[in-house]
């Protein structure tokens, strides 16, 4: 009986047209559209050599070490800046031309001169700022190292204009010399427009709840004569429901497939080495998607578009506060109402996505796997306690 129950539900869903839309369509359609409007937006915004200005004059001419490093800045294949070497008139002139992001007139100390506070003066000031606290660090190593010679032999005092300058130079080497170690933990398929791909596949988890709900009302004698007839029939309920339920999961995983295989071989998304991890938490998120549905079936007596409405708001609110809408509200909640996403279906599911792109372990992963699978075994409770009744 429980495998001719599982047929005829596959069967009933795959024929309810209204199903196979918002669980089939309508996230493709949507996937569709979050490709054509965020297809070209990080090239748009991909950052560029910065035109500026340094005033040629003697006091700029004389320090080897800010010469050194623009220098650097401005050649090879990754340069940051293309850098002109112009008299102070001619460096207004071109600012005020816009021909140059700003420019660096080198007093008792380098000052910035900008017309507006865009991207490139930001990086411009941040560089500098970052030379001056280099050049901090080698004025207070040669210190220590000077005074380190003098304890060893105070004789060095007789020539200390050229013991400051032989330490000072090693200084530099040294700290030209070290190597910074940075691993790069991250995956190259994350943009944050890949956000907006992971939230779309919690809502197609979320929206499970609506096979859920289907293949319950199928089973409640106030709600259908299918369930008036199933409330009389000499088989026992558990097996009409639990049936039911499995074939309501297989039609949602088939969906959630297809996403895959669309958005992978026709939208050409990338998600990288952990492809396996994301279909896990996508199958489980699922899970909890479906009892969501069952749940929500089971405690509403009211009509069946009233309990669509409700699945429907639910599964969108929660991916609003994942982040489908605006990248920033999941950090928003996350950061005023904590509690709220730590309750989020959508949430965890996404949170697992990023888990998996920022840490190199798996452990907040399979955090957000078990809070889901807690959420699951929570749902199946309640609606076990409602329908039992």
Known sequence: MFIHNFKYALKTLFKNKMLIFW?????????????MAFSNIENSEKLEIIDIAIVDEEEY????????????????????????????????????????????????????????????????????????????IINNLVQLKVQEEILKNPEVLNYMES??????????????????????????????TMIEYYTLIAMTCLYGGLLGMTAINKCLPNMSS?????????????????????????????????????????????YGRNLGLVVLLACVGSLAGLLLGVMIASIIKAHENLKLGIIISVTMLGCFLSGMMGITMKYLVDTKMPIVNKLNPASMITDGFYALYYYETTERYFFNIFSLLLVAGILFFISYMFLWR
């Open 163 to 192: 013991l400051t300058a032989r330490i000072y130079e090693e200084a530099v080497n040294e700290l030209n010399n070290v190597q910074v170690n940075v691993k790069d933990i991250s995956k190259s398929n994350l943009s944050y």
């Open 23 to 35: 669980t089939f369509l309508f996230p493709i359609i949507l996937g569709v559209f979050f490709n």
């Open 61 to 136: 001419r004389v320090d080897d070490f800010y010469k050194e490093i623009f220098e650097t800045l401005s050649s090879g294949d990754k340069k940051l800046f293309n850098v002109n070497y112009v008299s102070l008139e001619e460096a207004k002139d071109k600012l005020l031309e816009k021909e140059i992001s700003g420019y660096i007139i080198y007093l008792d100390n380098p000052k910035l001169v900008v017309a507006n506070s865009g991207i490139n003066e930001t990086v411009i000031r941040n560089v500098l700022e970052e030379i001056e606290d280099t050049k901090d």
């Open 226 to 270: 299918n369930g008036k007839r199933v409330s009389i029939a000499p088989t026992k309920k558990s097996t009409m429901i639990v049936s039911s339920v499995l074939a309501s999961y297989i039609v949602q995983l088939i969906g959630l497939s297809l996403l895959f295989l669309f958005t992978i071989f026709v939208i050409k998304v990338d």
